[in-house]
């Protein structure tokens, strides 16, 4: 190990983290700087070999599991303490940014790289990880991996999920891992944490709004997603009078407008979004057959959930007439309130470090979610420019970026000596 600087938060290097995000987003980079990196494609399993090369060079263990999380290890001198883990995701929205997810696995790997740097032994081993599939825009549900890690989801019903162009995800996940192989874990995925800690760009404007450094989070909003099928019945656009039509388009049209009505709530708190529509057999002269769309729907209330998904099914029961139709949930991840402990030590880094910070709730999901299912949990956001996100303009400062990595290794390393 190197010379003994003896605080892991000073070994943190702002060139070395944004140069680390440069090389990254090349795979998969779009022409309007931003990247699409979708779960399991090949240039997932590009990120993933990027990953191993740079954990490789630095002398860690990687290792993947059955759903495809890729572990990369720096030991702890008690070799049975279970260990502090730390990251995010490095798949992407089709339309994604360099950072969403990225951030949380390089801020990770540069507290390890710091750790080395400082030449800081820690009791426990700290684990930086990519969860597989966190973004659930290729492959349903989103926050696969973690998910199935902290067994919210069961290993084999993921891998019969199918993607949009009916891929199947296990065939999916065995050409990425031999694209990019890794020593696999073999068995359920899942092993003793000792704590989690995920930073995260915040994707929302108040750390920018309120010119604060780091978000100390608290909470993460819950969140459902729900698929809704209509039936309609294929026939001539040119000679079919309109009471002769099972129009499913405009069946889904009547549902999606009652829908927006009902969860246009007045302290807008409530998240509704239609994101895809599927309509079919698309063609232009023939009466829709049948119309998909899917519901993502989140607040920070189990309770105000309960009461709009009954809204969103009574609507499919009554609007879609006379096409038939159903809801389905696939999804549904209870609101997450993180450790106060691991709360109280963010708070207490940002601090020590001089940097402004202000407590704040998630709106987005991460995996910390699932994670905090198994041991004490939280998570660092830094800002991001107008509060972008899932968009190739997502952007955040190197500075930013480095001081939420030197919150995390700071936090990282006192929790590997507890
Ligand atoms: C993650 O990208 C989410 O949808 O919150
Ligand atoms: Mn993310
Ligand atoms: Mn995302």
């Known amino acids: 190990m190197g010379a003994a600087l003896k605080d892991s938060s000073v070994a943190v290097r702002e060139d070395r983290l944004w140069q680390r995000h440069a090389d990254m987003a090349k795979l998969g980079g779009t022409p309007k700087g931003g990247v699409n990196r979708q779960a399991l494609s090949a240039e997932d399993a590009a990120a993933r070999n990027l990953l191993m090369s740079w954990a490789a060079a630095r002398g860690f263990q990687t290792f993947t599991d059955t759903i495809g999380n890729l572990f990369v290890r720096r030991d702890g001198a008690d070799g049975n303490a279970p260990p502090v883990m730390s990251g995010s995701h490095m798949d992407s929205q089709p ?70 162009k009916g891929v199947v995800l296990k065939d999916a996940l065995d050409e990425t891992l031999k694209a990019a192989p890794a020593p696999l874990r073999d068995g359920p995925p899942g092993f003793p944490v000792g704590f989690y800690v995920e930073a995260h760009i915040e994707q929302g404007p108040r750390l920018e709004k309120a010119e604060r ?173 107008r509060g972008v996100s899932h968009n190739e303009s997502e952007n955040a400062t190197p500075a930013d970026l480095a001081a939420g990595a030197r919150v995390l290794v700071g936090v990282l390393e006192e929790l590997a000596n507890r």
Not at 126 to 138: K, L
């Open 95 to 164: 339309t994604g940014g360099r950072f969403d997810g990225m951030y949380g696995v390089l801020a990770a790997f540069e507290a390890l790289e710091a750790l080395e740097d400082a030449g800081i032994r820690t009791r426990r081993p700290v684990i930086a990880v990519a969860w597989t599939n966190e973004e659930g825009s290729r492959f349903q549900p989103g926050a696969m991996g973690s998910a199935v890690f902290a067994g919210h989801n069961r290993l084999d019903d993921m891998l019969a999920v199918k993607d949009w």
């Open 213 to 385: 450094t780091i978000g100390v989070v608290t909470a993460i909003q819950g969140s459902r997603r729900f698929i809704v099928e209509i039936d309609g019945e294929e026939a001539h656009a040119g000679t079919t009078p309109r009471a002769a039509r099972k129009d499913a388009f405009a069946a889904a049209t009547r549902v999606a407008a009652a829908m927006y009505e009902a969860t246009n709530d007045r302290d807008d708190a409530l998240r509704f979004t239609i994101g895809r529509v599927e309509v079919a057999p698309g063609s232009p002269n023939t009466v829709p057959g049948k119309a998909t769309f899917t519901i993502d729907m989140r607040h920070p209330s189990d309770a105000v959930l309960d009461v709009h998904e009954k809204k969103l099914r009574d609507i499919v029961a009554t609007k879609a007439k006379p096409c038939p139709a159903r809801i389905e949930r696939i999804t549904n991840v209870a609101p997450t309130d993180f450790d106060p402990k691991v709360i109280d030590l963010v708070r207490a880094k940002a601090r020590a470090l001089k940097l402004t910070h202000m407590d704040m709730p998630s709106g987005a999901g991460h995996d910390a979610m699932h994670i905090a299912k198994l041991c004490p949990a939280g998570m660092i956001f830094v800002p991001c420019e």
